[in-house]
């Protein structure tokens, strides 16, 4: 009879759950407003700017109701909410302004990639705000237009923004924002965050040139791995907000819309041009970093070969001195050169001359 073989089944490794970042609810019925962002904010606050060439008004308010009835034919009126977690501000300012339920749910579902989608009455833009705050943390915000006649409408995830200088320029009427349409606002204002990808990009720039230093450095101890890795994560979280857009300001281009003066489209394809200027450079960046890891690796190989190499040199002029010493060890009685009156310092003269002839050798090879 035949005996069997029980195989055992190796044990496969239970794979951790990956954590969403975002509480996205599947299988959700169309505009069902959930926000899926991590920067709660109990209140919402609402920046009210009204201006015209001669008129300016801000005012900050807690309550979206205050928003109201701001379509007047001679201002431009910005309404900026910071905060998208309380989803009834949010339902009845949509309410209010006629805003279709799915761009709704786009505005509190921050994994929305950029997109522009037209309506008859406003245009709606998704894009995402980046950049380091105070403490040098790459900072990554959803931002949310609706451009109406004579309104513009921003919704923001939490306070603090990129827009101060903007904010700026319409208080002291500099610049051709308090004489131009809420569509010129709306190009301000992605043109204030492009410029701040031109700041990302000069950062990361700066951090590749160091860690480049750090590692034709002939003296670099430290470990930059983990660096290296945040640098790959940071370019690539900006290459994934930066490439849907430059295709959202290359359809605002091209959109045919009463809500956009022909004026103002002379200054998008500029936005245009400089919003491709970004993803080219991230392109170069993105391969350099990558190519961080590999010079690392490479330098760590290197001194590593300079290590084996110091070793396996001291192992070789070492094997023939053992040798030596090795016969002159054993105990047999006849071995001749044991009765030799200076036999002892003949046997260290020819292991010192073992010794310098390995070190000459090695040194017309080159390989000390």
């Known amino acids: 009879m035949t005996k069997r073989i029980k195989i055992k089944k190796p044990k496969i490794p239970k794979i951790p759950k990956i954590k969403l970042a975002h509480k996205k609810i599947q299988n959700d019925v169309p505009g069902t407003l959930t926000y899926t962002g991590s920067k709660e904010q109990k209140h919402v606050t609402v920046d009210l700017i009204d201006y015209s060439p001669s008129i300016h008004k801000n005012v900050t308010v807690d309550d979206v109701s205050q928003a109201f009835n701001k379509k007047h034919p001679e201002e431009i009126s910005w309404i900026n909410i910071n905060g998208l977690s309380d989803i009834d501000q949010i339902e009845r300012l949509g309410e209010h302004y006629k805003l279709h339920p799915l761009i709704l749910e786009d505005i509190v579902?921050?994994?929305?990639?950029?997109?522009?989608?037209?309506?008859?009455?406003?245009?709606?833009?998704?894009?995402?705000?980046?950049?380091?705050?105070?403490?040098?943390?790459?900072?990554?915000?959803?931002?949310?237009?609706?451009?109406?006649?004579?309104?513009?409408?921003?919704?923001?995830?939490?306070?603090?923004?990129?827009?101060?200088?903007?904010?700026?320029?319409?208080?002291?009427?500099?610049?051709?924002?308090?004489?131009?349409?809420?569509?010129?606002?709306?190009?301000?204002?992605?043109?204030?965050?492009?410029?701040?990808?031109?700041?990302?990009?000069?950062?990361?720039?700066d951090r590749i040139e160091a860690l480049e230093d750090i590692l034709f450095s002939n003296t670099a101890e430290q470990d930059i791995t983990q660096d290296i890795q945040e640098l790959k994560r940071e370019v690539l979280r900006l290459r994934k907000a930066v490439f849907p857009f430059r295709e959202v300001v290359n359809r605002l281009e091209k959109i045919d819309s009463q809500l956009i003066d022909e004026r103002t489209i002379t200054y998008i394809r500029d936005?245009?041009?400089?919003?491709?200027?970004?993803?080219?450079?991230?392109?170069?960046?993105?391969?350099?970093?990558?190519?961080?890891?590999?010079?690392?690796?490479?330098?760590?190989?290197?001194?590593?070969?300079?290590?084996?190499?110091?070793?396996?040199?001291?192992?070789?002029?070492?094997?023939?001195?053992?040798?030596?010493?090795?016969?002159?060890?054993?105990?047999?009685?006849?071995?001749?050169?044991?009765?030799?009156?200076?036999?002892?310092?003949?046997?260290?003269?020819?292991?010192?001359?073992?010794?310098?002839?390995?070190?000459?050798?090695?040194?017309?090879?080159?390989?000390?």
């Open 109 to 205: 579902d921050t994994s929305q990639r950029p997109k522009i989608d037209e309506y008859p009455d406003y245009l709606f833009v998704v894009f995402k705000m980046l950049y380091y705050n105070d403490e040098g943390v790459f900072m990554n915000e959803h931002i949310s237009l609706v451009l109406g006649e004579n309104y513009l409408i921003t919704f923001q995830e939490a306070d603090g923004d990129v827009f101060d200088s903007l904010r700026q320029r319409i208080a002291n009427a500099k610049g051709r924002v308090r004489n131009a349409g809420a569509d010129y606002l709306m190009f301000a204002i992605m043109d204030a965050v492009v410029d701040h990808y031109f700041t990302l990009i000069e950062t990361m720039s």
């Open 271 to 368: 936005l245009y041009d400089h919003v491709t200027q970004v993803t080219d450079s991230i392109d170069i960046y993105r391969e350099m970093t990558w190519g961080l890891m590999d010079m690392y690796m490479t330098t760590i190989s290197n001194k590593m070969n300079e290590v084996m190499k110091v070793l396996t040199i001291m192992a070789s002029i070492f094997i023939p001195l053992t040798f030596m010493a090795g016969i002159y060890g054993m105990n047999f009685d006849h071995i001749p050169e044991l009765h030799l009156r200076y036999g002892y310092y003949y046997l260290w003269a020819a292991m010192i001359a073992v010794f310098l002839g390995l070190l000459y050798y090695f040194k017309r090879k080159k390989w000390l």
